[in-house]
């Protein structure tokens, strides 16, 4: 059965190929020439001369091969490398041809063989000029024969009449035919590049579904390490300072293992959030300042380094994943200060709205650390590094004026009302 609708299948494609435009016309050529030969040898005058009976049906013969040779060649070479004298020499080789028939059988009624060639004609040259020069040649040649063949004048002048109107009816109808070709052509061609558009877009929207993948991976990436890890490691330190505590000063290790109860459920808290709640800031639900705030007091009273907060201008509007970028910063420079701070008693933040942006500097008295050619910033700053280039603004964490270690975020406002991507 599958065998059968493939050639089912190829003889359909075949004759769709086949069976348009120039093509369609060359194969009604075809079949007009073999009937007329047939019709000639069967039907001839018993009176003709053999030499006119063969004569005409060996024209008519060569005039059949000669457009099945013609047709085959132009299927072999590109369309622009045929050149207009070859098609002329085809043209005039299949007029005198057919002349010769019509002179030698008497074809009198073979008018429609004189339409044939013009409608070649004109798919080969044009309508104008050189198909109508073809055109008028061929009915100058007709009226010659038929003169020949004992025509008077008046039928002459009624023979060039109807050849005339004849000849404008075929070159309309061929240039239909043409045009019809050259449109399904066209058709064809734009139904191949909307195919490969297509194709393109469809590899296009898989890539950007694996980069949204990788993305949203790396933000996770972030978020565990800004939230999660902030939290475990102030859970680190109350436990460290209660297993100190818990000989000389119980009272006091009880009180630490109570702060690392809630910050194990911060961390807790802090990974549903990031699970169930992956396009929500910790920031949206209070206004930037107030988390800032209360972010460094709680930082003060966990790690007994004095935190303070300092705000300036009048807060401006931010997007979620500007104030998420900004309350990560805070929480990571201040968790690196108490992890890798050498001597830090003080560490001050100051979030300051100015007319084109908005600047956040997060300092600390520390000593200042001593440099590591080639060293590589941690993954914490990586990820603040991602979030501000994503805004448009600038970060810089080094040794600041005073000493200690200073990070600076600064945003353009114009980039901090849009958001970017996800928050978080």
């Given at each position: 059965m599958n065998k059968i609708s493939s050639i089912r299948s190829q003889v359909t494609d075949w004759f769709k190929q086949s069976l348009e435009g120039d093509k369609l016309l060359q194969w009604i050529i075809y079949i007009i020439l073999f009937i007329v030969l047939i019709i000639f040898t069967i039907s001839h005058p018993p009176e003709m001369l053999p030499w006119r009976f063969y004569g005409t049906v060996l024209a008519l013969a060569l005039l059949l091969v000669l457009n099945i040779l013609w047709q085959n060649w132009q299927q072999t070479i590109p369309a622009e490398c045929s050149k207009p004298f070859e098609k002329w020499i085809f043209l005039l080789v299949s007029g005198i041809l057919l002349l010769a028939a019509v002179w030698m059988g008497e074809l009198f009624n073979a008018i429609f063989l004189l339409f044939m060639l013009c409608s070649q004609a004109t798919i080969l040259?044009?309508?104008?000029?050189?198909?109508?020069?073809?055109?008028?040649?061929?009915?100058?040649?007709?009226?010659?024969?038929?003169?020949?063949?004992g025509a008077d004048n008046a039928s002459l002048v009624s023979f060039a009449a109807s050849i005339g109107i004849g000849i404008l009816f075929v070159s309309f109808l061929a240039i239909l035919l043409d045009r019809y070709a050259r449109q399904t052509q066209r058709a064809e061609n734009l139904l191949l590049e909307l195919q490969a558009a297509n194709l393109h877009l469809e590899t296009a929207r898989q890539k950007e579904k694996e980069l949204a993948i990788a993305e949203e991976r790396v933000r996770l990436a972030r978020d565990i390490h800004d939230g999660l890890g902030h939290h475990l490691t102030v859970l680190s330190i109350q436990l460290q300072a209660a297993d100190k505590l818990v000989t000389r000063n119980p009272q006091a290790a009880v009180e630490a293992i109570q702060q690392s109860r809630i910050e194990a459920q911060a961390a807790l808290d802090e990974v549903r959030h990031s699970v169930s709640m992956m396009r929500q800031s910790p920031a949206d639900t209070q206004p930037l300042p107030e988390v800032l705030s209360n972010l460094v007091k709680d930082f003060d009273q966990r790690t007994g380094m004095r935190s303070t907060f300092e705000l300036n201008g009048s807060p401006s509007e931010l997007s979620s994943f500007s104030r998420q970028t900004l309350f990560r910063t805070v929480q990571e420079s201040l968790t690196n200060a108490y992890k890798h701070g050498k001597g830090v008693r003080e560490i001050h933040v100051l979030l300051e709205y100015l007319p084109g942006s908005v600047r956040l500097v997060v300092q600390d008295d520390g000593q200042a650390a001593t440099a590591v050619p080639?060293?590589?910033?941690?993954?914490?700053?990586?990820?603040?590094?991602?979030?501000v280039d994503q805004l448009g603004g600038h970060i810089q964490s080094g040794p600041g004026l005073t000493g200690g270690f200073e990070v600076e975020v600064s945003i353009p406002l114009q980039e901090g009302i849009h958001d970017p991507g996800s928050a978080g």
């Amino acid at each position: 059965m599958n065998k059968i609708s493939s050639i089912r299948s190829q003889v359909t494609d075949w004759f769709k190929q086949s069976l348009e435009g120039d093509k369609l016309l060359q194969w009604i050529i075809y079949i007009i020439l073999f009937i007329v030969l047939i019709i000639f040898t069967i039907s001839h005058p018993p009176e003709m001369l053999p030499w006119r009976f063969y004569g005409t049906v060996l024209a008519l013969a060569l005039l059949l091969v000669l457009n099945i040779l013609w047709q085959n060649w132009q299927q072999t070479i590109p369309a622009e490398c045929s050149k207009p004298f070859e098609k002329w020499i085809f043209l005039l080789v299949s007029g005198i041809l057919l002349l010769a028939a019509v002179w030698m059988g008497e074809l009198f009624n073979a008018i429609f063989l004189l339409f044939m060639l013009c409608s070649q004609a004109t798919i080969l040259l044009g309508v104008w000029p050189s198909g109508l020069i073809f055109s008028l040649i061929n009915m100058a040649g007709w009226l010659v024969v038929f003169r020949l063949m004992g025509a008077d004048n008046a039928s002459l002048v009624s023979f060039a009449a109807s050849i005339g109107i004849g000849i404008l009816f075929v070159s309309f109808l061929a240039i239909l035919l043409d045009r019809y070709a050259r449109q399904t052509q066209r058709a064809e061609n734009l139904l191949l590049e909307l195919q490969a558009a297509n194709l393109h877009l469809e590899t296009a929207r898989q890539k950007e579904k694996e980069l949204a993948i990788a993305e949203e991976r790396v933000r996770l990436a972030r978020d565990i390490h800004d939230g999660l890890g902030h939290h475990l490691t102030v859970l680190s330190i109350q436990l460290q300072a209660a297993d100190k505590l818990v000989t000389r000063n119980p009272q006091a290790a009880v009180e630490a293992i109570q702060q690392s109860r809630i910050e194990a459920q911060a961390a807790l808290d802090e990974v549903r959030h990031s699970v169930s709640m992956m396009r929500q800031s910790p920031a949206d639900t209070q206004p930037l300042p107030e988390v800032l705030s209360n972010l460094v007091k709680d930082f003060d009273q966990r790690t007994g380094m004095r935190s303070t907060f300092e705000l300036n201008g009048s807060p401006s509007e931010l997007s979620s994943f500007s104030r998420q970028t900004l309350f990560r910063t805070v929480q990571e420079s201040l968790t690196n200060a108490y992890k890798h701070g050498k001597g830090v008693r003080e560490i001050h933040v100051l979030l300051e709205y100015l007319p084109g942006s908005v600047r956040l500097v997060v300092q600390d008295d520390g000593q200042a650390a001593t440099a590591v050619p080639d060293r590589q910033p941690g993954y914490g700053l990586v990820g603040l590094q991602e979030r501000v280039d994503q805004l448009g603004g600038h970060i810089q964490s080094g040794p600041g004026l005073t000493g200690g270690f200073e990070v600076e975020v600064s945003i353009p406002l114009q980039e901090g009302i849009h958001d970017p991507g996800s928050a978080g």
